[in-house]
């Protein structure tokens, strides 16, 4: 993805010079020919409302043109010359260029490839939106996790996490989305290799590398306790060991088939007080252990790819297996790796993201 903040002199001159060629006349295809026609279309109307009121950003997220045009109204101190307001000619923040509408993202985590993976929807935003209206959107999503971002002072954002029924305080595939849309769909012009957020659960950190991101998160430590009375029915499998977690009640299995072939009573899981159930069991090479993920309390039958469970599994695990560096497959119908690295309270999942589909959510939809 490229972007050009163009002031009102270039934008005439881009302007000018795309639209010697609307024409199309001597376009080498049909394609290009419509293509060119439509950046030229779409300049020469932003360049009418340059004149006097403002700024034209014009941006690519994969090869979709975007153009968005920020009137002086919006920045009063540009009017004035203040150091704070905007100048024509010079880069403007992340909230300035996406003043007027919210971008939306859906992006497969902790996967290589699109269709596995966990799916999440990223909304970007340039100020926070009404608790109502993010619930909404979730719930209009209907994937497991929707994250609403948008920046704060200092180059933090602001990161929320929404299942199509209630608000969470800790989701990682959703944050790994989210990471990925800022650090390689967006960021691109300060080459950033790093994002804070700011959350419910803390400040988590998240760093692009060469083969996906590192989150740092906090490992949840797990507590046995007795099995509860009736969770072997309502899992329909043998219960080896049982956890309590800060969110989750973690269930350990006999082994890996179990765990993969395990067909909850979902109903009787949502009588136990728990944001969702986790099962797991050691795993067969490469993998140290499994798992899978059930939330119907939380909105979410199964979940694909789960990374704040690895919070609470990474530590039980490194403790079991005397070992502090874990791979993990989660083992739901789309399946997911995630790589895990205990360090004393924190924990790093690594994994990779893919972006699906980008967007945009319409006017009317925007709080006023």
Known sequence: MSKIVLCRASVRRAGRKM???????????????????????????????????????IFFIRS?????????????AAKTGSNTGTKAGTCVSFAQKHAMEALLFQVNAFTHRPFGG???????????????????????????????????????????????????????????????????????????????????????TVKKQRDGYAMLFP?????????????????????????????DLVVELEDEA???????????LAAFPYRGVIVTAAGQPPFDFV?????????????????????????LWAARLQKTSLRAFQASKRGGIVETELLGEQV???????TIWTGRLQPHILPA
């Open 19 to 57: 639209r010697r060629h609307s024409s199309c006349k001597n376009s080498r295809s049909s394609k290009m020919s419509a293509h060119s026609c439509h950046v030229s279309l779409a300049a020469a109307h932003a360049e009418s409302h340059l004149q006097s009121e403002g700024i034209l950003i």
């Open 64 to 76: 979709n043109l975007f153009l968005i045009f920020l009137k002086k109204s919006i920045h009063p």
């Open 219 to 247: 490992a949840l430590p797990c507590e046995a306790i007795d099995v509860p009375e009736g969770l072997t029915q309502a899992l329909n499998a043998s219960v080896k060991a049982c956890f309590r977690s800060t969110f």
């Open 118 to 204: 966990n799916p999440a929807a990223v909304c970007l935003t340039a100020a926070p939106f009404p608790t109502s209206l993010m619930q909404a959107i979730a719930a209009e999503m209907n994937l497991s996790e929707t994250a609403f971002v948008h920046p704060l002072a200092g180059g933090h954002y602001a990161l929320r996490w929404f299942t199509p029924t209630t608000e969470v305080a800790l989701c990682g595939h959703a944050t790994l989305a989210t990471a990925h849309v800022l650090l390689s769909e967006i960021e691109t012009e300060a080459a950033r290799e790093e994002v804070n957020f700011e959350t419910q659960s803390g400040l988590l």
């Open 348 to 354: 790093i999942l690594q994994g990779a993201a893919v």
């Open 291 to 315: 798992s899978r993920f059930f939330g119907p309390n939380c909105g979410v039958a199964e979940d694909p790819v789960t990374g704040s469970a690895h919070c609470a599994l990474a530590p």
């Open 258 to 268: 179990a765990v993969r072939s395990c067909t909850p009573r979902l109903e009787a």
